[in-house]
């Protein structure tokens, strides 16, 4: 690997004043893309998209992205590539690399993704693993500043499992500056070296009331996660009372918002009432995924300067 490649697979791999200059770039091309002008930073670029997990926000986002930005998008799926026959990470990490500009991979276990960049050429981004997800922090943090202003000094509550999207919060309370309450069940507590660099920011709690208490933002994900699924029946139960409800809305301040990475589940980690009401921003948050991905892109690539 060269020693001048950039990574992104978790948010400690930027300064915060680089992730900052990604974000005010997503809401440019975000306000150019409304705009209906073509900003063809990534012309003739190729991104290689690895997926060991089923996708449709991340694979979207990264293809038209990548599209809006002049370049192209492979679909590389285990079924249909030689890692799905047992090929060793490093040995495809070479391949691809060498036939690609960056790549961008939704794996399993983080050990994996963490080996094909070490062996990688070219940038590789983290599109989801079993420990975080950092392109979907750069999403949350963009919509709560176009709705709230900046996240610096804010109280965020995290209602739900202990798992990737929270260690990305856990992250992203250093990096970004905010105070952050995780409430999950016994059990389901975030990962302690996760937490034990988080610089004090995080409370924990089991109790999701607790945590939504004066927040300016709550956020949940679905109880059972991919590759949990002969969890789900045990998973219901444990998970009882940490529905983000109304109610637990109402602790928050009163301009509190709502997020979910999605797919979501009305019913079991929130009630239809708050995903659909006034409060949440999903929707924005969704589609910043698209915007903050193509910033990222161009970031890794030296097109953002």
Same mark, same amino acid.
């Given at each position: 690997?060269?020693?001048?490649?950039?990574?992104?697979?978790?948010?400690?791999?930027?300064?915060?004043?680089?992730?900052?200059?990604?974000?005010?770039? +997503?809401?440019?091309?975000?306000?150019?893309?409304?705009?209906?002008?073509?900003?063809?930073?990534?012309?003739?670029?190729?991104?290689?998209?690895?997926?060991?997990?089923?996708?449709?926000?991340?694979?979207?986002? @990264?293809?038209?992205?990548?599209?809006?930005?002049?370049?192209?998008?492979?679909?590389?799926?285990?079924?249909?590539?030689?890692?799905?026959?047992?090929?060793?990470?490093?040995?495809? +990490?070479?391949?691809?690399?060498?036939?690609?500009?960056?790549? =961008?991979?939704?794996?399993?276990?983080? +050990?994996?993704?963490?080996? @094909?960049?070490?062996?990688?050429? *070219?940038?590789?981004?983290?599109?989801?693993?079993?420990?975080?997800?950092?392109?979907?922090?750069?999403?949350?943090?963009?919509?709560?500043?176009?709705?709230?202003?900046?996240?610096?000094?804010?109280?965020?509550?995290?209602?739900?499992?202990?798992?990737?999207?929270?260690?990305?919060?856990?992250?992203?309370?250093?990096?970004?500056?905010?105070?952050?309450?995780?409430?999950?069940?016994?059990?389901?507590?975030?990962?302690?070296?996760?937490?034990?660099?988080?610089?004090?920011?995080?409370?924990?709690?089991?109790?999701?009331?607790?945590?939504?208490?004066?927040?300016?933002?709550?956020?949940?994900?679905?109880?059972?996660?991919?590759?949990?699924?002969?969890?789900?029946?045990?998973?219901?139960?444990?998970?009882?009372?940490?529905?983000?409800?109304?109610? =637990?809305?109402?602790?928050?301040?009163?301009?509190?918002? @709502?997020?979910?990475?999605?797919?979501?589940?009305?019913?079991?980690?929130?009630?239809?009432? *708050?995903?659909?009401?006034?409060?949440?921003?999903?929707?924005?948050?969704?589609?910043?995924?698209?915007?903050?991905?193509?910033?990222?892109?161009?970031?890794?690539?030296?097109?953002?300067?």
């Amino acid at each position: 690997m060269s020693p001048s490649v950039r990574h992104f697979i978790s948010l400690d791999d930027l300064s915060s004043a680089e992730l900052r200059q990604v974000l005010d770039r +997503a809401r440019h091309l975000k306000a150019a893309n409304a705009r209906g002008e073509r900003v063809l930073t990534l012309q003739n670029r190729v991104l290689g998209m690895i997926f060991e997990k089923a996708s449709t926000r991340t694979r979207v986002s @990264f293809e038209a992205g990548m599209a809006q930005l002049g370049g192209h998008a492979i679909f590389l799926s285990p079924r249909d590539t030689q890692l799905g026959r047992g090929e060793p990470i490093a040995d495809s +990490a070479r391949v691809l690399s060498r036939m690609v500009d960056i790549i =961008m991979i939704r794996a399993h276990h983080h +050990a994996d993704l963490v080996e @094909f960049a070490a062996h990688s050429r *070219v940038p590789v981004i983290n599109a989801l693993t079993d420990l975080n997800h950092p392109c979907q922090l750069l999403a949350d943090m963009m919509t709560f500043e176009e709705h709230r202003g900046d996240i610096r000094g804010k109280t965020v509550a995290w209602v739900g499992d202990g798992f990737n999207m929270c260690h990305s919060y856990i992250n992203a309370a250093r990096v970004f500056g905010f105070r952050l309450n995780v409430a999950t069940p016994v059990g389901y507590a975030p990962d302690p070296k996760v937490v034990a660099e988080s610089d004090g920011l995080i409370t924990l709690t089991d109790d999701p009331r607790i945590a939504c208490k004066d927040a300016d933002l709550v956020v949940t994900d679905v109880w059972t996660s991919m590759g949990q699924e002969e969890e789900s029946v045990r998973r219901l139960k444990d998970f009882e009372g940490y529905c983000v409800s109304e109610s =637990m809305m109402a602790l928050a301040r009163p301009d509190a918002l @709502f997020m979910h990475c999605l797919p979501a589940h009305r019913g079991e980690e929130v009630d239809a009432a *708050v995903i659909d009401g006034p409060k949440s921003v999903v929707w924005d948050e969704a589609e910043n995924r698209l915007h903050t991905q193509k910033a990222l892109l161009e970031f890794l690539l030296g097109a953002l300067h």
